[in-house]
């Protein structure tokens, strides 16, 4: 769709024609927009009001020191309502739906209401039913409503209204076109907006659907993917209230798209949410160093899961004859005693938490053998013998005038219940009994074990058995340096994890929900959305799954953009190994980013990626032709920073990026200061207003080359420059 077709800042549908059938003037349009305007803002002021009142309320709840733990829980609850309220500033209100039957909704960032007990609803928070036909009533299918209006506001001042009939009488393709059409021309920040105000049906559909299992989002560049993500997790928290109280988990591709997409959440209003990578899931493990693609294909396969449960099985204890020496004495628990407690440990337990069972189990076990013991002993003894014990007892202290009762060992030798649990207590305190239980079932280390499994060909053929010869000799002679951890290994370290155990109980620390679970491996989280989730390998599948046990889980990404060095070409290739065929796929097929000019260079590039998708429909033009200059070698640090400092002052306020092949960027960034300037993976999610494209022919030639170059292609809003290198850099370089 051509911009020139696109709603004017006016209000279509406000005074259309004349009583007498004429076309209104242009002074009548004017009237009757300042008159729409004039309406809002006086709408927009009294929910600004309502929104103060509240936020003040809250505050003054909030003053007094919470003095036990239940009011600690229910000012952090007031809290969050305080913060949310204070974040719903910019676009406080943002729509309205006029019904059919006549009744008027404003939707907006929060929902309030009246004032006074059982107030009417002021203001419907988009996330609420009631403010879906704002997103999905069309002509078609008006859902009740008559008539649908985008406002747009500027901090507390309404600055334009955009109407959009519901019963036929105009044909735009997009939920409210000029609404829409605005944002996407604003310039870049580098910072992720929210786009509450502007999302599209396809878009909606898939931010409400179900989370009752995988669902497998396949969009194009530009079709909103991670807005869709990220509003996904918004209404989900607001939907499903117990699912904050385990938070979501949010991960990325890399540092820098977390950072780009970290204000968007909380402008949201939603806190209880954990952004990561695959990379930074393992508190205290760092990665620090590259890797070959070889080995990062290797070890990314879905065998090295039964390949660890094998090899952490095989480090169990043997049940066996234990000999345990107490106070002096040797005490022998058969074999078939410790076979019994060690099947009852292990079962459905990691390794950790299996031995502190059976460790348990042998203190109860050991002090019951310690008194049966002593009971043999004693039944051995004559009965003359009681007489003497009972006058030496009496010795020993105890005189008529006592008022303690004599025990059953006092004089029989048998030990009560209570010197029983007694005996176990001062069993499972000894030290000596810690050392004996430490050798036969010792605590292991999840680094230390990866490091010798992957030194080890004879262990990785035995529990790997379908690595090839040469594989394995890859993955040992890697691992052999002993070298910080590759991206490839964070997976293996968090499945060995996982198979382990804590030592010890995890003690919850942070007074918020995304506090205590990002300090916790262990943690289960309510959800999980995945962005760029083509580029995920199978054992990183793993960690989500083990994360989200519930599968309750949003994947959304481009499988065409896949760079990494996994060998799917599918959605159900690149998640059969964890998910099996439960999934469900979903689709954004609508591009909105990236103009219409851009688009239309990426067919050949997607056929030579060896796509088979169709790719999506661009629906806006920037009316600027993407450009091309051929330069020389000796021209590239040149060229490339007067063509970068031309597309700055062209875009003055807005953002300006920089992708190139691996092998020119540090030359780039010496030249180029802080434009960011990335290969075609690292720019993955991000946006620019305009984007220079380096060396594009050397980008293709790069491993899974031509998906790279689908991806820099794209990133743009409004222009695209490409310098093509001339075979003699192309030469030398190589």
């Known amino acids: 769709m051509h911009r020139k077709s696109a709603p004017s800042n006016g209000t279509d549908g406000i005074g259309e024609v004349t009583p007498d059938g004429q076309l209104p003037t242009a002074t009548a349009e004017a009237a009757a927009r300042r008159s729409a305007v004039a309406e809002e803002q006086a709408f927009l002021d009294l929910a600004t009001a309502r929104r103060d009142r509240l936020a003040d309320h809250l505050q003054a709840e909030l003053s007094p020191e919470a003095l036990d733990a239940l009011e600690q829980a229910r000012q952090r609850m007031l809290r969050q309502q305080y913060d949310e309220l204070r974040r719903a500033d910019d676009g406080l209100v943002f729509g309205r739906l006029d019904g059919l039957d006549g009744t008027v909704r404003h939707v907006g960032r929060v929902g309030l209401r009246d004032d006074g007990e059982g107030g009417e609803p002021l203001l419907v928070d988009w996330r609420a039913p009631a403010a879906r036909p704002f997103y999905t009533a069309t002509a078609v299918d008006p859902q009740g ?100 109280e385990q938070a979501v988990l949010v991960l990325g591709p890399s540092p820098r798209f977390l950072r780009y997409i970290a204000q968007v959440l909380p402008a949201l209003g939603e806190t209880a949410v954990v952004s990561a990578t695959c990379d930074t899931l393992l508190t205290g493990i760092h ?9 990062a294909e290797i070890k990314g396969r879905a065998l090295w899961q039964p390949a660890l449960e094998g090899y952490v099985a095989s480090l169990l204890p043997r049940p066996r004859d234990l000999k345990v020496r107490w106070e002096g004495e040797f005490y022998v628990i058969s074999a078939a005693t410790v076979a019994q407690a060690f099947t009852s440990a292990v079962q459905g337990r990691p390794y950790h938490r299996a031995r502190a069972v059976f460790t348990e189990q042998l203190h109860h076990i050991l002090a019951d053998v310690v008194a049966e013991q002593r009971e043999a002993l004693m039944d051995e003894m004559e009965e003359g013998f009681e007489d003497i014990l009972a006058r030496v007892d009496r010795d020993m202290g105890r005189d008529q005038h006592s008022t303690r009762t004599s025990t059953g060992s006092d004089v029989d030798g048998l030990l009560s219940e209570e010197e029983v649990e007694q005996l176990r207590c001062r069993i499972a305190e000894d030290a000596t009994i810690a050392r004996f239980i430490e050798a036969w079932w010792p605590t292991l280390d999840a680094e230390a074990l990866l490091g010798d499994l992957l030194t080890d060909r004879v262990l990785l053929a035995r529990f790997a058995p379908q690595l090839s010869p040469e594989e394995i000799t890859a993955v040992a002679a890697d691992a052999a340096e002993r070298a910080p951890w590759a991206s490839s290994d964070i997976p293996l370290l968090d499945a060995l994890a996982d198979l ?20 916790q491996r262990g943690w289960v989280y309510g959800h999980v959305v995945i962005d760029e989730a083509q580029e995920l390998s199978e054992m990183q599948w793993h960690m989500v ?59 050949p590039v997607l056929k030579r990626a060896g796509s088979h998708n169709t790719p999506p429909r661009a629906v806006r033009s920037s009316g600027i032709a993407p450009w091309e200059l051929t330069i020389t070698p000796a021209e590239l640090a040149g060229a490339a920073a007067e063509a970068v400092r031309q597309l700055q002052q062209r875009w003055h306020g807005g953002t300006v990026g920089v992708i190139a092949p691996a092998d020119h960027i540090a030359t780039l960034q010496a030249v180029l200061g802080d434009v960011p300037v990335l290969t075609a993976t690292q720019s993955k999610g991000l946006e620019w207003d305009a984007t220079l494209l380096i060396d594009p022919q050397g980008i293709a030639a790069e491993p899974r080359g031509w998906n790279g170059l689908y991806v820099a292609l794209t990133r743009c809003t409004q222009e695209l420059g490409q310098l093509t290198l001339t075979q003699q850099l192309r030469g030398s370089a190589a």
């Open 500 to 519: 382990l155990g804590e030592v010890g109980a995890p003690q919850p620390q942070g007074e918020f929900v995304a506090d205590r679970a990002r300090r």
């Open 287 to 295: 990665v620090g160093r590259d890797e070959s693609r070889l080995l």
């Open 545 to 603: 799954l083990r994360r989200c046990p519930s599968r309750s889980i949003t994947a959304v990404g481009d499988i065409d953009q896949a760079e990494a060095a996994h060998r799917h070409t599918s959605w159900a290739q690149a998640v059969r190994a964890v998910f099996g065929d439960r999934w469900t796929a979903a689709q954004l097929t609508i591009c909105y980013r990236t103009p219409r000019e851009v688009m239309d260079l990426t067919e």
């Open 145 to 244: 409503q008559a008539r649908r209006r985008h406002i747009r506001t500027m901090g507390s001042t309404v600055v334009g209204v955009d109407d959009e009939p519901l019963d036929g009488s105009t044909t735009a393709e997009l939920v409210g076109e000029g609404a829409l059409l605005a944002a996407l021309d604003q310039r870049r920040t580098g910072r992720m907006s929210t786009a509450i105000s502007t999302l599209q049906r396809e878009q909606d559909d898939i931010i409400r659907a179900e989370a009752t299992g995988p669902l497998i989002v396949q969009g194009g560049p530009g079709t909103g993917k991670t807005v869709v993500a990220l509003h996904r997790v918004a209404y989900l928290l607001f939907t499903h209230r117990k699912m904050a």
